[in-house]
């Protein structure tokens, strides 16, 4: 089953705005990451916040990491065409010895030019 | 290198057809991941290698059949296949499986487009 649940579910944008997505989970978690998938591809990690921390920035991205509300969000700043993906948290529940990933739903960007 | 190579990049068989899929990564990585995918769906875990072991079978029909000859390479048989099996089959590989450290981050390929007629 996926613990995470992400929304919005689609965003369409245009160049140069910003895109915010994101994600809750249930169970305590390790840490959070954040992937990209291009249309057809694999994905490709971006991201991963530990659970003490609150927010951690990588160029364009920003993720903020809020454990008491079960929640994150990433945040792409000056968006582009590129961007374009489907994009993927990930968490590890904090029990799970085998360290499965559970995948949210994920959210659909389209960065128009 | 942080590779994940997978081949073929698409395949098309019929029921009744065996074919397998191949998945080759050279980081060094001890745990190698299957992953089917449906379109506008996350991935879903399939099985799960470690130290060339099978760890993680998540209840998947024996008409999938996984092996890893050695620790760079993970292959997916498969064999009697139905039409809903079409799907993005996804490789990844992370340096270990579990929670040991906080950073467990996998590596992807690009995926096999398998479809099944």
């Known amino acids: 089953s996926q613990q995470g649940e992400e929304d919005p579910q689609a965003l369409s944008i245009q160049e140069g705005e910003n895109a915010t997505m994101n994600c809750s989970y249930k169970?305590?978690?390790?840490?959070l990451q954040w992937y990209r998938q291009n249309s057809g591809r694999g994905l490709v990690h971006l991201i991963l916040?530990?659970?003490?921390?609150r927010e951690k920035h990588s160029g364009r991205l920003r993720v903020t990491l809020d454990t008491s509300k079960k929640s994150s969000s990433l945040l792409i700043t000056a968006s582009r065409a590129a961007d374009t993906a489907s994009y993927f948290c990930?968490?590890?529940?904090?029990?799970?010895?085998?360290?499965?990933?559970?995948f949210g739903a994920g959210t659909q960007v389209v960065v128009t030019p | 290198d942080t590779e994940v190579t997978q081949t073929p990049k698409h395949l098309v068989m019929g029921m009744t057809n065996k074919k397998s899929l191949k998945c080759e990564q050279h980081?060094?990585?001890?745990?190698m991941y299957w992953y089917k995918q449906k379109a506008k769906k996350p991935p879903e875990l399939m099985f799960v290698?470690?130290?060339?072991?099978?760890?993680i079978n998540e209840s998947v029909p024996s008409r999938f059949s996984p092996e890893c000859p050695n620790s760079s390479l993970l292959n997916l048989h498969l064999h009697a296949l139905q039409p809903e099996d079409s799907a993005l089959y996804l490789c990844?590989?992370?340096?270990?499986?579990?929670?040991?450290?906080?950073?467990?981050?996998?590596?992807f390929g690009a995926g096999t487009r398998l479809s099944v007629l």
């Open positions: 980081m060094g990585h001890r745990a």
């Open positions: 990844a590989s992370s340096p270990y499986m579990g929670q040991g450290l906080a950073k467990n981050i996998q590596y």
């Open positions: 990930a968490t590890v529940a904090a029990t799970d010895s085998w360290g499965k990933f559970q």
């Open positions: 169970t305590s978690i390790n840490n």
């Open positions: 916040i530990r659970s003490n921390e």
């Open positions: 290698y470690s130290y060339e072991k099978l760890s």
